[in-house]
């Protein structure tokens, strides 16, 4: 995770002047929003743009909504608004802020808060959240290399179209605070291969391939999520899907 350690490296004069400013305040909120200042200079890359992106202007026309207005100390660190995806390379651009539709939006703040109340060091860290039609097609074609119906193993058809585009799905872990790290999952994010399969969980713990502490942090995510109407699927631990791809048809427009 050699991104979010970058920002773990800041001026110790900063941080202690941070840190004071949290003590003194009483008022929870002021608090809620130091630590989250704290937080989101240690967890992005690149500074998050003043202006907007074309891409957050049309999530943001047809009523999407960045999901940290609802609830700031939910984390976002969007891997393709980096190099540090599978791919290599930032196919984001300037776009790095994490957009759901305004129900998932709501329950995932929900999730977030009950996070908090099984353990107050955990919040939720967002990898990607709404993804443009026009991202799906380049991730598409960048597997070029790979027959289509194994292509779909790793990358939506964007003929079809994936949840993510209908802004109904979003990609997350657990992310510990007070340790300024992710929980151990067992895998990095876009793992292709069958330890980021929930499914073949115990199986992989027989084999020595995943420890008993990696499946009980993917298990809390789960539950977290479950509660709130987002359901898991059964290759990737980090994926969750408020609806089924036909009823957010039904419900939204594709974003592109």
């Given amino acids: 995770m050699q991104k979010i350690q970058k920002k773990y490296c800041l001026k110790f004069i900063s941080f202690s002047a941070a840190w004071i400013l949290f003590i003194s305040c009483n008022n929870k909120k002021e608090q809620a929003e130091t630590e989250n200042l704290i937080l989101d200079e240690r967890i992005t890359e690149k500074p998050q743009s003043a202006k907007t992106s074309p891409f957050e202007n049309s999530m943001i026309s047809q009523g999407l909504v ?3 207005t609802l609830d ?5 660190d969007l891997k393709y608004s980096s190099k540090d995806n599978f791919f290599g390379e930032d196919v984001y651009g300037d776009f790095d802020k994490g957009f759901l539709q305004k129900k998932p939006a709501e329950e995932l703040a929900k999730a977030n808060d009950y996070l908090k109340t099984i353990n107050p060091a955990l919040r939720l860290l967002i990898y990607d959240a709404t993804r443009p039609h026009s991202i799906q097609v380049i991730l598409w074609e960048k597997l070029d290399s790979i027959p289509p119906k194994r292509r779909k193993d790793f990358v ?3 003929s079809e ?5 209908y802004g109904c799905a979003v990609d997350l872990t657990l992310f510990d605070v007070n340790k300024q790290e992710p929980l151990d999952m067992g895998t990095k994010y876009d793992f292709f291969g069958d330890l980021a399969y929930p499914r073949l969980e115990n199986k992989m713990q027989k084999l020595g391939k995943l420890s008993e502490q990696q499946i009980s942090n993917r ?3 789960r539950n977290v999520m479950k509660k709130y ?4 699927i059964n290759s990737e631990w980090w994926h969750f899907n408020f609806y089924s791809r036909a009823k957010a048809k039904e419900l939204y427009k594709i974003v592109n």
């Fill in 229 to 232: 109407s987002f359901e898991s």
């Fill in 219 to 221: 298990v809390l995510l």
């Fill in 72 to 76: 700031s100390t939910i984390l976002v």
């Fill in 161 to 165: 179209g994936s949840i993510h585009n």
């Fill in 66 to 68: 960045n999901i940290q």
């Fill in 156 to 158: 939506a058809d964007p």
